[in-house]
């Protein structure tokens, strides 16, 4: 077992009265593919959405309990949420590039940190182009806005744009469910490669998907985590009938 | 009953043609009167030159030249200071605490107030207590800022159209996707990062919009500009903010009611009235083009 690089603690959430969260305790390991899988609102985006802190920006959420990323508690008041952010960065469900050129739009992270050189840039934007796959695909044509691209590459653009960041985790919200299958195959194969380098949690509707790219699954159901363990377990004999259900596809 | 309710149904719908056609009517009209009655005076003299003979002869540039530069101040302030209440009331303030609350209820009143209120105020506040306090602070009491100029003048008009850059800014930082504003915070910005980069970017087609509505409703009212700055002849351009100012507007009233010969200068008015919605057409159509290539850019 890897070292674990995220872990929660009884960690419950209230969207107002209603609890979307009960009591979730968990081990995310370094460097491997976690996924979370379950029925819509089952609470899995929204835990993946505590663990970079993005539901602070809704109101009326109330968080007990604890995040632990490298054993420092995110939801500590000494914590800067800025810092955070970058080293935990994210992937929406929808692509959503800013209405900026491809080179901005990758360039965004690091300009905000302060690097402002051009030649240090052309260098980030590069890089992080080239380890989302994308590279050969704009590299002529850098300077064009980024809302001219297709949704898959849309996509992967968003990926190298929070690469560009240098995180350390990388959080996938339904990343490729509203993409073709070709553009998925790429950013699953591009998940599969990030993961040497990088901590990744994917949340997925797709089982398949699960089941193809991660090495832990972990399964929701109305706000609780009611098993989480190697994909192969989960997928082939699952401990709880609940998820077997869930996986032989009797319900969701 | 099918009869009676076509019969119904083709006089609704002649109602509703005619009213339509009334209003184009109205406005051919009103475009045909105007001009005929300005062609003759109007020519590239008329809007360069000063007024001559009491204002009988002559020209009408100074209150070209003044309307212009009245707009000019009043967009420097409202537009700002317009933008930055509309990002509190959409990023900062909650939805429904009191203060937000008290701010759309005043911005609305700001709204309906009839604009000779505005003038009003403009000579209380700005004249007699912000402009005669920094003569006695800064002057020992020598009139200087204590009486009508183009500052107070402008002031007055931002107070009157800031409702307008407020609305519309309001309206067009909404538009701007929360997808964005996530993507923004989740590589680790700043809520401000976010407004500066993201947010602004993304409603300047609205600021434009907004500064050019109110620049085109301040450019047409006179009433707040009455007490405060406007001034009925002038030889010489205002040179300072607290030089007083010729107007388009506040000419063509005065020539209509205070002229010597109010018969002998009605194709000074036309003309007058010509230049006015020539240059309220040009800032509404100079707006449609800067929106459309931002908008042609952003995509």
Known sequence: ?252 | MSKQKSITGGLFIGATAFSAFLIIAVIIILLVVIINGGKGTFSWEFLTAFPEDGMMKGGIFPAIYGTVLLVLIMSVAAVPFGTITAIYLTEYAHEKSIMAQTIRFAVRTLATVPSIIFGLFGLGFFIKFVGTGMDDVFLGGQLKWGQPNILWASLTMALLTLPVVIVSVEEAIRTVPREMREASLALGATKWETIKRIVLPGSRSGIMTGTILAVSRGAGEVAPILFTGAAYYLATLPTSLSDQFMNLGYHIYIMATQSANVDQTLPIQFATTMVLLMLTFLLNLTAVIIRSRLRRKAK
């Not at chain 1, 979307?20 to 593919?33: F, G, H, Q, R, Y």
């Not at chain 1, 380098?197 to 089982?207: A, G, K, P, R």
Request: proline share 4%; charged share 25%.
């Open chain 1, 1 to 252: 077992m890897k070292e674990v690089k995220i872990k929660t603690r009884n960690l419950t959430l209230f969207y107002g009265e209603k609890m979307a969260l009960n009591s979730i305790t968990m081990d995310i390991p370094e460097k491997e593919v976690t996924a979370f899988i379950g029925p819509s609102g089952c609470g899995k985006s929204t835990f993946l959405r505590t663990l970079n802190r993005m539901n602070d920006l809704i109101p009326n959420v109330r968080i007990t309990g604890e995040v632990l990323v490298d054993s420092l508690n995110i939801y500590d008041k000494q914590i800067d949420v800025v810092n955070l952010r970058k080293k935990v960065g994210m992937v929406f469900q929808k692509s959503n590039p800013f209405a900026k050129s491809i080179f901005e739009n990758v360039a965004y992270g690091p300009r905000i940190n302060g690097i402002n050189q051009k030649s240090k840039l052309e260098e980030i934007v590069e890089t992080s182009l080239k380890k989302a796959f994308i590279w050969e695909e704009v590299k002529d044509r850098l300077n064009n806005s980024a809302m001219a691209l297709s949704g898959g590459q849309q996509q992967r653009m968003c990926i190298a744009r929070t690469l560009a960041v240098e995180p350390e985790i990388i959080l996938m919200d339904e990343p490729a469910s509203a993409l073709d299958p070709i553009s998925t195959a790429k950013i699953e194969e591009l998940i599969f490669e990030l993961k040497k380098s990088y901590t990744i949690v994917i949340v997925t509707h797709n089982m398949q998907q699960a089941a193809r790219v991660s090495d832990l699954t972990a399964f929701f159901y109305l706000g609780e985590l009611i098993e989480f363990g190697k994909t192969k377990k989960i997928f082939t004999t699952p401990d709880k009938k609940h998820t077997e259900e869930y996986i032989t596809g009797r319900f969701g």
